[in-house]
């Protein structure tokens, strides 16, 4: 799928479609919001605020940072200074 390829979307007013831009389509967005009852809001909410992680990357995410949590207390750490030095001798910068 060509992703530079135009999305029209489209506003039915008195039964004439109007063609939106994404400018327009977020002011429109942000209108109907303005009517939203309380448990309208409450949805959208939700919905804004469920992120979805692919369970692999979710679990290597978490073993990844269970292992950095061992490697601090074990001391496995670099001052800011030590970090700089070592990347710039790996990336010759």
């Known amino acids: ?10 506003l039915c007013i008195d039964q004439k479609f109007i063609k939106m831009d994404l400018e327009a ?3 429109h967005i942000i ?6 009852t309380e448990l309208e809001i409450n949805k ?3 919905v804004l605020n469920t992120t ?3 369970p692999l990357v979710e679990k290597e995410l978490i073993a990844r ?3 950095s949590e061992e490697d601090i207390k074990a001391g ?12 710039n001798q790996q990336f010759g910068a």
């Open 65 to 67: 940072a269970l292992e």
């Open 1 to 10: 799928m060509n992703q530079n390829k135009e999305i029209n979307r489209y």
């Open 31 to 36: 209108e109907q919001v303005m009517f939203l």
């Open 52 to 54: 979805s992680i692919d």
């Open 44 to 46: 959208v909410e939700a």
């Open 25 to 27: 389509r977020k002011y």
């Open 76 to 87: 496995k750490v670099f001052t800011i200074e030590e970090a700089e030095a070592r990347l």
